[in-house]
């Protein structure tokens, strides 16, 4: 499917698909998106001196080396398990020009694109990383999970993977104590707010509203306390 480049207004770019008529940030800001969601509502969320982290939809990686730098800044040790069905070129990864986004390592970020998909790789003293090559519907893994970027595209455009079956199948993988999933779905859309409320009447948790990150809106969801 074609992909072509696109700037956004942070001045950071993104991929689109036109066949979707879908980008893998808000055209809003990318870096302002991924850190406003990913970064402070969900990593700096959390007790900073161990997580394991999973990420569902790697495409750009733009969520793994936010996460390695800030992960660096807070000393704290993470294990990283990036899903992802259809791995993007590196060339066109490079034309992204990430390693120009403040505080990221061209080194890091490049191995976070070339390391081999499937094994544990450790990226650095503090970050170890695995790749896998799976469809969201399919992942399963041994390993129980503090934080989960639920990072696919909109539920209009893949319903499938908004479903109950997968919303479970994330449930399972999560840690009992420090359980919390970050969702983000796009305002004005009714299939969106149907997707939040089969995860919340599914698991019994709570949506919490993030303050909302421009055009779009990003829903936090953790269990009731
Ligand atoms: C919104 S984009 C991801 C953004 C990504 N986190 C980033 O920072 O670039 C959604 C990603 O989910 C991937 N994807 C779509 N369907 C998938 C599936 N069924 N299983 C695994 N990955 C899928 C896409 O290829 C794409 O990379």
């Keep these: 499917m074609p992909i072509e480049l696109k700037k956004t207004k942070d ?4 991929l689109f698909i036109p066949a979707l008529n879908e980008h893998y940030h808000s055209y809003n800001g990318a870096l302002a998106e991924a850190m406003h969601i990913f970064i402070n509502a969900g990593f700096n969320f959390l ?17 793994a080396i936010l996460t390695f730098t800030e992960a660096k800044k807070n000393n704290t040790t993470v294990f990283y398990c990036a899903v992802e069905a259809y791995p993007l070129d590196y060339q066109l990864i490079k034309q992204l020009k ?12 490049k191995k976070i694109h070339t390391e081999s998909w499937e094994k544990e790789i450790k990226i650095s003293k503090h970050f170890t990383l695995q790749k896998l090559k799976t469809d969201i519907q399919k992942f399963e893994h041994n390993k129980k999970f503090d934080l989960v970027y639920f990072d696919a595209f909109a539920p209009e455009v893949q319903p499938v993977l908004w479903s109950e079956k997968v919303f479970i199948n994330i449930h399972k993988r999560l840690k009992k104590k420090w359980n919390f999933a970050y969702l983000l779905f796009q305002r004005h859309s009714k ?18 509203e993030t303050p909302y990150f421009k055009g779009d809106s990003s829903v936090k969801i953790s269990p009731r306390i």
Aim: aromatic share 14%; with cysteine.
């Design 191 to 208: 299939k969106s707010f149907a997707c939040r409320r089969i995860f919340c009447k599914t698991f019994g948790w709570s949506p919490r």
């Design 47 to 63: 007790p900073k001196q161990k997580i394991n982290i999973l990420e569902l939809g790697f495409g750009t990686g733009l969520n």
């Design 11 to 14: 001045g950071s770019y993104t």
């Design 98 to 109: 990430y390693e120009s986004l403040e505080g990221v390592n061209p080194t890091v970020l």
